[in-house]
């Protein structure tokens, strides 16, 4: 079995920023309540670009750094819970956008842990397939599908994308996975599809188009989620906590955070954060945060790695990786 690592990162947040003191020109809120309770100050949000848009614009930084061209890529995966459309795929637009004629394309619907499960879903079908370049990218206009008179959901949410070109590789790479999900514990927070409301259905079943959210429940689920992922990732890797150089967590929270480094023992420091100004952009803020790494310089070969997830789903992921 050959090793697949990440070969390079890129990232495109839309430009217009809203501080929360915009956002409580519209709903009852203030500055002070939502950086208290999240940590979040400012977020990003499209003026129109849709989730194919910013995928691509992602994935352009990244294939630029990768020294790939897009014709040589053998797979795309886009995770993403805001896609265009139902069909087709943003995977295929972005194939499309990019003219990779050579990929099999296709989304994932795994929320905020999509980056993660979309990662080790490629690492396999790049072993399996013999795949030598794959493109994976989160990307979120989560805005999109964001009520915006609710100000328990409206504060937290950010547009964004991430993506990451992956390669076969000599050194370690990906070196394990470990994905999960509650599935029982759905309805904590979800986004509606299509009505049930056809000339057969027994009774109309009409959908919330719109982030509806138990910010209690994923706060009570997350902090073990991401203990949990992060321990169980490490298992018979013979690599200790120790050596992590960093974590890179889901940014949806600081408290989550803060919790999760207590309930594992660590320092703060060794979680890289940036949801202050990002906000949670869901499947993109782990490929943005490593690309602010990357683009800070704070990456060096050999690095290893944590990247932790939770979300919809409920989901939770980690990889440990060797950078
Ligand atoms: C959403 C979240 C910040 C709310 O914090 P909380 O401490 O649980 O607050 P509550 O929902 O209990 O609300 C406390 C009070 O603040 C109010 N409130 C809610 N949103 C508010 C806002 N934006 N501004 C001011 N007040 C607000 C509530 O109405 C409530 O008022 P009440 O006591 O008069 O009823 C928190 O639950 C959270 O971060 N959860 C995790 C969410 C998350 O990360 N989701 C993404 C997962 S991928």
């Given at each position: 079995?050959?090793?697949?690592?990440?070969?390079?990162?890129?990232?495109?947040l839309?430009?217009?920023v809203?501080?929360?003191?915009?956002?409580?020109?519209?709903?009852?809120?203030?500055?002070?309540?939502?950086?208290?309770?999240?940590?979040v100050s400012e977020r990003r949000?499209?003026?129109?670009?849709?989730?194919?848009?910013?995928?691509?614009?992602?994935?352009?930084?990244?294939?630029?750094?990768?020294?790939?061209?897009?014709?040589?890529?053998?797979?795309?995966?886009?995770?993403?819970?805001?896609?265009?459309?139902?069909?087709?795929?943003?995977?295929?637009?972005?194939?499309?956008?990019?003219?990779?004629?050579?990929?099999?394309?296709?989304?994932?619907?795994?929320?905020?842990?999509?980056?993660?499960?979309?990662?080790?879903?490629?690492?396999?079908?790049?072993?399996?397939?013999?795949?030598?370049?794959?493109?994976?990218?989160?990307?979120?206009?989560?805005?999109?599908?964001?009520?915006?008179?609710?100000?328990?959901?409206?504060?937290?949410?950010?547009?964004?994308?991430?993506?990451?070109?992956?390669?076969?590789?000599?050194?370690?790479?990906?070196?394990?996975?470990?994905?999960?999900?509650?599935?029982?514990?759905?309805?904590?927070?979800?986004?509606?599809?299509?009505?049930?409301?056809?000339?057969?259905?027994?009774?109309?079943?009409?959908?919330?188009?719109?982030?509806?959210?138990?910010?209690?429940?994923?706060?009570?689920?997350?902090?073990?989620?991401?203990?949990?992922?992060?321990?169980?990732?490490?298992?018979?890797?013979?690599?200790?906590?120790?050596?992590?150089?960093?974590?890179?967590?889901?940014?949806?929270?600081?408290?989550?955070?803060?919790?999760?480094?207590?309930?594992?023992?660590?320092?703060?420091?060794?979680?890289?954060?940036n949801l202050d100004k990002v906000a949670?952009?869901?499947?993109?803020?782990?490929?943005?945060?490593?690309?602010?790494?990357?683009?800070?310089?704070?990456?060096?070969?050999?690095?290893?790695?944590?990247?932790?997830?939770?979300?919809?789903?409920?989901?939770?992921?980690?990889?440990?990786?060797?950078?």
């Amino acid at each position: 079995m050959s090793n697949v690592e990440i070969s390079a990162i890129g990232a495109y947040l839309p430009p217009l920023v809203v501080t929360n003191d915009k956002i409580s020109e519209f709903v009852e809120t203030n500055d002070e309540w939502i950086v208290q309770r999240t940590g979040v100050s400012e977020r990003r949000i499209s003026e129109g670009e849709n989730t194919s848009d910013i995928a691509t614009k992602a994935a352009k930084i990244a294939l630029e750094r990768a020294g790939v061209n897009p014709e040589d890529l053998d797979l795309i995966i886009v995770a993403t819970i805001s896609p265009d459309m139902f069909i087709p795929s943003v995977a295929c637009i972005v194939q499309s956008n990019l003219n990779a004629d050579n990929a099999a394309c296709f989304d994932i619907s795994v929320a905020c842990s999509g980056f993660v499960y979309a990662l080790e879903i490629a690492n396999g079908l790049m072993q399996s397939m013999k795949y030598k370049n794959a493109l994976i990218i989160g990307a979120e206009v989560l805005s999109k599908v964001t009520d915006w008179t609710d100000r328990s959901t409206c504060i937290l949410f950010g547009d964004g994308a991430g993506a990451a070109v992956l390669k076969q590789s000599k050194t370690k790479g990906i070196i394990k996975s470990y994905l999960r999900a509650d599935g029982k514990k759905g309805n904590a927070l979800t986004i509606g599809g299509a009505d049930i409301d056809t000339p057969f259905s027994k009774e109309k079943i009409l959908q919330d188009k719109y982030i509806k959210m138990n910010g209690r429940e994923i706060l009570r689920f997350a902090v073990p989620a991401i203990a949990e992922a992060v321990t169980e990732v490490l298992k018979d890797t013979n690599i200790s906590l120790d050596e992590i150089k960093y974590i890179v967590p889901h940014q949806a929270n600081y408290r989550i955070i803060k919790l999760a480094a207590e309930k594992l023992k660590l320092n703060e420091d060794k979680f890289y954060l940036n949801l202050d100004k990002v906000a949670n952009t869901s499947s993109a803020t782990v490929p943005i945060a490593l690309n602010e790494m990357y683009e800070k310089g704070l990456l060096n070969k050999g690095d290893k790695l944590i990247l932790v997830a939770f979300g919809g789903g409920l989901t939770y992921a980690a990889s440990v990786i060797e950078w």
